[in-house]
């Protein structure tokens, strides 16, 4: 059988909240996203299923590249940016699972992106694709004098590691261009936390990425150079 939670109205962000059935109960915390939670047997406590958190696993993560700029209304944004120079613009936007970044250079567009190997995209103008595992360096040539390189990182942290690294990344947060803490799973582990940073380089454009996944105690880093000329 389907089990639906009820919505729980009238609770705030922080506040626990715990829904009786007759086989099972969901026991959960309210956060400004929604409800985060699992569903237990009430006998044997064995956990049933887990309801979706704020962001996806790390496990889950897909890197993109297009030749075409991709519709933002498909991720949900929390925090942009938008950078414009007298040759190139960027638009930055930090979404649920990572961020998308869309570079402009005369009639050429790139966009980059992180996504769960389930979010619907487009196909068009689609050339790069990787699975979000260990380290990597991928380069992508564009006409018209562009070109695009980028290395990213996936680090799994021992939980005390992780913690320190996710304070670290709090406090750089603060000073950063583009950053978004999300509120936490539980009062146990700390929100998850976004951080773009970006700057005008000779002859291209420098963005740094960093995403924390407290549920799995991972670090997602990219760097990124757009190169035109």
Known sequence: SVLFIPRAIGLQSGDHCCFYFSECFVIGEMTSLGC??????????????????????????????????VHPELFRTFVTKK?????????????????????????????EMTATETQPLPHHFHCLERRLRGQRNETVDVLSGLKYQVSFQVEQLDQDIFLHVN??????????QLAYHFPPVHRFMPGAISVVNA?????????????????????????SLFEIG
Not at 167 to 176: F, G, P, T, V, Y
Request: with cysteine; net charge neutral; proline share 4%.
């Open 36 to 69: 985060s939670a699992a569903v237990v047997d009430r006998v044997s406590g064995q956990m049933l299923m887990t309801i979706p958190s704020a962001r996806a696993s790390v496990a889950d993560l897909v890197f993109h590249v297009y030749r075409r700029p």
């Open 83 to 111: 950078i414009v120079t007298n040759q190139w613009s960027a638009d930055l936007r930090i979404c649920d699972v990572g961020h998308l970044v869309t570079f402009r250079y005369g009639n050429q567009v790139l966009t």
């Open 167 to 176: 304070e670290e990344l709090l406090a750089d947060s603060r000073k950063s």
């Open 199 to 223: 700057e005008p380089v000779y002859g291209g454009f420098l963005v740094h990425t960093y995403h924390t996944f407290p549920e799995n105690t991972a670090v997602v880093k990219t760097q």
